[in-house]
């Protein structure tokens, strides 16, 4: 039904990416963060038929989000602040003089992913997802939730034989 999404582009993996340490230290000093550190995968995680889960998770503060509600995500994203800002409108990034630590000029405030993800809700749901450059078909199926990065695309709600297809030589022929 034309529904293919890409992955999450964060704008600064090093804020938003953590570990499973971080992750359980984020939730062991608040415990209400947990709904927003999901399992993540990245491109190189996905191969045909099979995900290698790396362990690692994605604090996902979409677009809108309350982050005074999760006080331990907040004050981890403090250390990045100065990445995390987004460059102001009119930004002149062909001006050497014109440093800018931050992310790209956009809506988003500081402690916000970079992109707007409306599809976030696929995310949660079973999916086919595969890779955004293959020299062979390497589609697999997630029927956890994770969620994914832009190297990544997904078919929410496949029928079952789609996955069957999509890793088969014929469909590569």
């Known amino acids: 039904n034309g529904r293919f999404y890409y992955g999450i582009k964060t704008g600064r993996n090093e804020a938003f990416v953590v570990d ?3 992750r359980d230290k984020l939730i062991a ?3 209400g963060c947990e709904e927003i550190i999901k399992p993540f995968l990245r491109g190189r995680d996905v191969k045909r038929w099979q995900i290698h889960d790396p362990g690692l998770y994605l604090i996902f503060t979409r677009r809108g989000i309350d982050i005074d509600a999760y006080p331990s995500v907040k004050k981890y994203l403090q250390h990045f602040r100065a990445k995390l800002e987004p460059k ?3 930004w002149d990034s062909e001006n050497p003089k014109s440093k800018w630590p931050g992310r790209k ?3 988003y405030k500081w402690y916000e992913i970079q992109d707007s993800i409306a599809y976030w809700k696929e995310l949660l749901e079973p999916k086919i997802v595969y890779q955004e450059i293959a020299t062979f ?3 697999a199926f997630d029927g956890e939730g994770r969620f994914i ?3 990544l695309f997904l078919i929410p709600d496949p029928p079952p034989w789609l996955y069957l297809y999509l ?3 014929i469909s590569w022929w």
């Open 29 to 31: 000093e608040d415990p």
């Open 20 to 22: 499973q340490d971080t």
């Open 137 to 139: 078909q390497g589609f």
């Open 88 to 90: 102001p409108a009119g």
């Open 149 to 151: 990065n832009n190297k």
């Open 105 to 107: 000029a956009g809506p």
């Open 167 to 169: 890793n088969s030589i």
